[in-house]
């Protein structure tokens, strides 16, 4: 009898184990979460839809395996990628070395330019089915920060769209079953430089790990009035669960009925450029920057604009990176060295009477309103064009470094989220003046700092000492309008668990809903 109820005892064991396997093997049933993401929607939607080998992680090196399993460093200029096996493509096609080869061929032929991977790399060498090497042509110390960006797509999708070759990361250009991504792009497309204003995903049925998506269905809106965005995730359900909200609005989401207000730390920036190429032309003057940059109360703008949701920086790279925290330690913002107030005559000499012109989301005018404060009080006076969606930033911002760009601005901001994770190339690519996203007049000495920390490996001496020139030079010659770092804010539907990541990326494959959500409801 004792051995029965031990069988019957292991029975329902494995009935309930069994059990447990098949409703954790699938998203809960009409799930379905809206987010709002204003900037960089590219950036945080990618990994969702689209597969590589590393993919992004809240942990200390920002990455862990994706379509890899493992990697060995066999030189300064050869990297091996063990495959993971059993995966395919959402259309069902074999993801495999062979797979690797042919998306690296077309990499060659149209390569991403936001990084120095394309020209330190040479070619893939497959070594049998699930094993991959990559050689490179010298030493590349930031190699697997591309290798989270080096996305993967089906024979299909590469027949019709090839690799970007764009300055921005790559994505889907189409919705289709392209990807390997634990997410389907089923409606809509989210690109760097152009994009809907809503994309729909679902639930890849082909995704290798059938226990990691939790949500069937969801909504992205890249271009919403904030305010309104703001009100429907307080005050109503089922109209948004999940976005970023000015800290100026935290009371508004801690004491609404329907959303919860969700901060961590961040390696976000916000880059204000200064328009020295085709804006006023005493902007090339750096006395007149330097001006600007002093007039700039960072610790008023913290307790004015952020709240206190921000840290104090002395130039546009977050004091959390990696290399940027030890040379924060010595080089301080300019008001914490000489506060605004005791210089102000010596800066209206400087800037009293200068007019400028500035291009800016309106989700960003809670900081002008601190920045147009500080400035007035020294005689500077702002105009304000203002915009709801981030494209028209960018289209004005990428076109201006060749003289190119068809709107009058002086000063320029969008939201530098950390894309390179946990790396500051992601804040100082906007110094290389060679290229399409710097504003800076050209600066050969600076380009070749970057050039030159692009080949360390991050958190070594070398990697410091070349990081401490680039943000020293930044600085002395106020290269832009440096603002405090912020925090990162949302406001998150009360049924919905959601814990943002410190670098550029939402992980929506880890976004839970309780069996009081809106969508399960309904």
């Known amino acids: 009898?004792?051995?029965?109820?031990?069988?019957?005892?292991?029975g329902l064991f494995v009935v309930i184990l069994f059990f447990n396997q098949i409703t954790m093997a699938a998203p809960v049933p009409n799930s379905h979460i809206k987010v709002y993401v204003p900037s960089l929607p590219y950036l945080y939607v990618s990994h969702a839809v689209n597969g590589a080998l590393l993919k992004p992680a809240?942990?200390?090196?920002?990455?862990?395996?994706?379509?890899?399993?493992?990697?060995?460093?066999?030189?300064?200029?050869?990297?091996e990628f063990t495959l993971r096996k059993g995966v395919v493509f959402q259309d069902g096609s074999p993801f495999n070395a062979d797979a690797v080869i042919e998306n690296m061929s077309y990499f060659k032929k149209a390569p991403f330019s936001f990084s120095k991977f394309n020209e330190f790399y040479d070619r893939t060498e497959k070594v049998d089915d699930y094993r991959v090497r990559f050689h490179l042509k010298g030493k590349y110390g930031s190699f697997i920060n591309d290798v989270i960006w080096l996305h993967f797509y089906t024979t299909e999708y590469l027949e019709k769209f090839g690799w970007n070759g764009k300055a921005t990361c790559p994505n889907l250009a189409e919705p289709g079953l392209y990807g390997l991504g634990p997410y389907i792009l089923q409606e809509g497309y989210i690109e760097g430089d152009r994009s809907t204003d809503k994309a729909v995903l679902v639930a890849n049925p082909n995704y290798y790990d059938k226990d990691l998506v939790n949500v069937e269905k969801v909504t992205v809106?890249?271009?919403?009035?904030?305010?309104?965005?703001?009100e429907e995730i307080t005050d109503s359900e089922g109209q948004l669960d999940i976005m970023p909200v000015p800290v100026t609005e935290v009371s508004t989401v801690m004491t609404s009925a329907y959303s919860k207000l969700v901060s961590g730390p961040s390696n976000n920036n916000i880059a204000v450029h200064i328009n020295m190429i085709t804006g006023n032309p005493k902007l090339k003057d750096k006395r007149v920057r330097l001006a600007?940059?002093?007039?700039?109360?960072?610790?008023?703008?913290?307790?004015?604009?952020?709240?206190?949701?921000?840290?104090?920086?002395?130039?546009?790279?977050?004091?959390?990176?990696?290399?940027?925290?030890?040379v924060a330690q010595d080089l301080k913002a300019y008001s914490e060295i000489e506060h605004p107030n005791l210089i102000r005559s010596e800066l209206k000499q400087t800037l009293s009477g200068l007019k400028l012109k500035v291009l800016t989301q309106e989700r960003f005018m809670y900081l002008w309103k601190s920045i147009d404060r500080d400035l007035r009080k020294v005689g500077v006076e702002l105009e304000f064009d203002i915009t709801q969606d981030e494209t028209t930033i960018f289209q004005q911002l990428l076109s201006t470094n060749q003289g190119k760009n068809t709107k009058d601005w002086d000063l320029l901001v969008w939201g530098d989220d950390d894309w390179y994770f946990n790396h500051p190339w992601s804040a100082f690519f906007v110094y290389k003046t060679d290229t399409v996203w710097s504003t800076i007049s050209p600066d050969p000495v600076m380009?070749?700092?970057?050039?030159?920390?692009?080949?360390?490996?991050?958190?070594?001496?070398?990697?410091?000492?070349?990081?401490?020139?680039?943000?020293?030079?930044?600085?002395?010659?106020?290269?832009?309008?440096?603002?405090?770092?912020?925090?990162?804010?949302?406001?998150?539907?009360?049924?919905?668990v959601f814990e943002p990541y410190k670098m550029a990326t939402m992980p929506l494959w880890e976004v839970k809903v309780t069996d009081q959500h809106w969508s399960v409801q309904k």
């Open 1 to 10: 009898m004792k051995d029965f109820w031990l069988c019957m005892k292991f």
């Open 58 to 79: 809240n942990n200390d090196r920002s990455w862990e395996y994706d379509l890899a399993v493992s990697h060995r460093k066999i030189s300064d200029t050869i990297y």
């Open 221 to 230: 809106y890249t271009a919403l009035d904030s305010k309104i965005a703001l």
């Open 292 to 326: 600007l940059n002093r007039a700039l109360n960072q610790q008023g703008i913290i307790k004015n604009s952020f709240y206190g949701y921000a840290e104090s920086k002395p130039t546009l790279a977050s004091p959390n990176f990696p290399g940027v925290k030890q």
């Open 447 to 496: 380009n070749k700092y970057i050039d030159e920390m692009l080949t360390e490996t991050l958190n070594t001496p070398a990697s410091t000492a070349i990081i401490r020139k680039i943000m020293q030079r930044a600085y002395d010659n106020a290269y832009m309008l440096f603002v405090p770092a912020p925090n990162k804010v949302l406001a998150v539907n009360q049924e919905v």
